[in-house]
């Protein structure tokens, strides 16, 4: 692993532009949930030994090149007591109380953006009991830093197995089960269809990003500034066994079940809140890894520039879902086997790549700003986020002390409704972050919750594997 003495300097990538300019400014919350009080006595050590020398980014700050302005990475001193937190809150409250402080506190970190002139992270200590956890930290990482794949993997390189550390952490396999064609078939029977979906696709990511709006919905305001807006941030954990479940039954993919499951709570949601959303315009913005890869890899074959499809950065694409209306939907699976068809296709759809050329050109006439803002319009037109990683299998512990809970939320988009899911320890914690005074977390969550059931539920009624 190469380290760059202080001073020096690198590209900062396009995107990295895109994500922390005037237009966007987006970050990544993780959120460790621990079994037992925190002891942060190691805290500072464990920031300068394990975690700085990951990546020279987490030693960087973005500057400006005096010549033609192009942005890069410079190496600077890093004091680390201006990127630690720990709050003070009322001593000897109850765990319900500090939920409350707990929630006041990760929505205003949330909208705090980072100062330009100190690398572009920081991690909080809350030392408090709340219902989920006895203590919590909370690293926050500038998304110009990398993609929640790389900063992912930066952060399961700092924790290890609670119960033997020596062993590395395992994850479930990303393999598809199904049969598979090689790649010159594939090529031949898709070709026309994938050429199609393709000219498709990218003509709608053009329209949705600079003319045609969502509908105004009770998870979609149009207005504008909802970025610098305070969010509310809650979850829900399902079981992954009973998502597997679902899976076998329905003969799809994890994904698949997911996106049914939070496409048939939104609209639960939305037609509780005004009857008439059941049949208004409401699409999904899906993200994808896009590295041919399988799993994680160790942070040094992945900041190492001959591993291409492993390099660290922002590697992900947007494919545009349209959530079925729940009038043109009579059984709850469907919406399952939707969204199988729908991202199966946009799958096989190389618009993700003509983007990114789109975005090339625009940024070479417009400059970086203009590249930002388009973005900015794909997600602003757009009602919602969905992004969903994998986690560890059993349980991880930091500097040995045990990890209970762990999630993370996307902060920053001009949206009103966020949604992740992560997957750690057999279970699947899905978290929302909706603005707050506009969108009922309470009620979204129950409306997710009966939507899983109902899934749940109606998956115990077919027969394995039916097809769609």
């Keep these: 692993m190469e380290f760059r003495e202080e001073g020096e300097v690198e590209p900062v990538s396009p995107t990295g532009q895109y994500f922390n300019s005037s237009i966007l400014s987006v970050a990544i919350l993780a959120v460790l949930e621990f079994e037992l009080p925190i002891n942060d006595s190691q805290a500072l050590s464990l920031l300068q030994d394990v975690f700085l020398p990951i990546n020279p980014r987490f030693s960087s700050i973005m500057v400006s090149d005096n010549v033609d302005q192009k942005k890069q990475w410079k190496r600077v001193e890093v004091k680390l007591e201006d990127h630690v937190h720990v709050p003070i809150f009322p001593s000897k409250m109850s765990p319900e109380s500090y939920d409350e402080y707990f929630d006041d506190y990760i929505s205003n970190i949330a909208a705090e953006k980072f100062p330009q002139n100190r690398p572009l992270w920081e991690i909080h200590i809350l030392k408090y009991p709340t219902s989920h956890a006895a203590g919590t930290l909370i690293f926050k990482l500038h998304h110009a830093l990398g993609d929640g794949y790389s900063l992912m993997g930066a952060l399961l390189s700092c924790l290890q197995s609670a119960q ?253 409704l966020t949604i992740t899911a992560l997957s750690y320890m057999g279970k699947l914690r899905v978290a929302f972050g909706a603005e707050k005074g506009f969108i009922d977390s309470h009620k979204l969550k129950a409306s997710m919750q009966n939507a899983f059931g109902v899934i749940l539920k109606a998956s115990y009624q077919i027969p394995p594997a039916k097809a769609a």
């Design 164 to 416: 033997n550390p020596s062993v590395p952490l395992t994850f479930p396999s990303l393999k598809s089960s199904g049969p598979q064609t090689t790649h010159k078939t594939k090529i031949v029977s898709q070709f026309f269809s994938s050429v199609f979906q393709t000219v498709s696709d990218f003509s709608w990511s053009i329209l949705k990003s600079n003319f045609v709006e969502d509908d105004r919905t009770p998870i979609r305001s149009g207005e504008d500034g909802v970025e610098f807006r305070p969010i509310t941030l809650s979850t829900l954990t399902f079981s992954i066994d009973e998502i597997k479940l679902i899976k076998n039954k329905l003969g799809v993919t994890t994904n698949d079940v997911i996106s049914g499951i939070i496409f048939l709570g939104t609209r639960i949601y939305m037609q509780e809140v005004t009857q008439k959303s059941s049949n208004e315009r409401c699409t999904a913005l899906v993200l994808l890894n896009t590295r041919n890869i399988e799993g994680y890899m160790p942070i040094k074959e992945m900041i190492e520039p001959n591993h291409d499809e492993m390099s660290w950065g922002n590697q992900f694409g947007f494919l545009h879902v349209s959530v079925p209306k729940s009038t043109e939907i009579s059984n709850p699976l469907d919406f399952v086997w939707e969204a199988q068809k729908i991202i199966k296709k946009k799958r096989s759809s190389a618009a993700g790549y003509l983007t990114s050329w789109l975005l090339d050109v625009l940024k070479k006439f417009r400059g970086p700003e203009g590249a930002a803002r388009y973005i900015h319009g794909t997600l602003k037109n757009s009602s919602m986020t969905i992004s969903n990683m994998i986690g560890p299998v059993e349980q991880m512990a930091l500097a040995n002390q045990p990890i209970c809970g762990f999630y993370y939320m996307v902060v920053g988009p001009p949206q009103c």
